[in-house]
């Protein structure tokens, strides 16, 4: 699996969200959610770089209950 970033030292905090579906004013946008893969890739990159992580809700369509990273920064 490719890497998501090549260096996340510089972040300390990692905020991953979905997009959620809009009406603008070129038309509408369509929701869109990252592959899981991509996010977990993410994630553990994060982690190797001693960020904190924050999950938005939005990333867990169609798994209810799921328990997401809630982290903030110090």
Same mark, same amino acid.
């Given at each position: 699996?490719?890497?998501?970033f090549s260096d996340l030292s510089m972040f300390d905090w990692v905020v991953i969200g979905a997009q959620t579906e809009t009406?603008?004013?070129g038309g509408l /946008?369509?929701?869109f959610s990252p592959p899981f893969e991509? @996010?977990?890739r993410l /994630?553990?990159?994060a982690r190797e770089a001693s960020c904190? @992580?924050?999950l938005k809700p939005n990333l867990v369509n169609?798994?209810?209950g799921m328990k997401l990273p809630d982290e903030y920064p110090a």
């Open positions: 699996m490719s890497q998501a009406r603008q004013e /946008v369509p929701a991509w @996010v977990a /994630v553990a990159q904190r @992580v924050h169609g798994n209810p």
